[in-house]
């Protein structure tokens, strides 16, 4: 679940980022409404999508847009097993 200070710090980053922007980042219900759609994620994948829609969308973030920019790989279930068991082992 994403940290929710993690959350604000990128809203931030967007705001500065797009200084027109106009998000109503002191609004509780617009953020919790932001933040409804990208908690499942953790602090690094939501950090990859902000630095990736900041540094190739000129237009002011949205929701659709953000989520277009959620691509940074994902491990699949035996790859978390086996890096699990790893750790367990002490060779990670």
């Not at 602090?43 to 973030?61: A, K, Q």
Request: glycine share 6%; proline share 4%.
């Amino acid at each position: 679940m994403l940290d929710k200070n993690t959350f604000v710090e990128g809203l931030n980053k967007l705001i500065v980022a797009y200084p027109s922007w106009g998000l109503k980042s002191d609004d509780n219900k617009t953020l919790r409404v932001w933040y409804n759609f990208f908690k499942h994620m953790d602090g690094e994948r939501f950090n990859y999508m902000i630095n990736s829609y900041i540094e190739h969308e000129p237009r002011y973030p949205t929701v659709a847009g953000l989520k277009k920019c959620d691509t940074i790989p994902r491990k699949s279930r035996d790859q978390i097993e086996h890096e699990k068991m790893l750790k367990e082992q002490g060779l990670l």
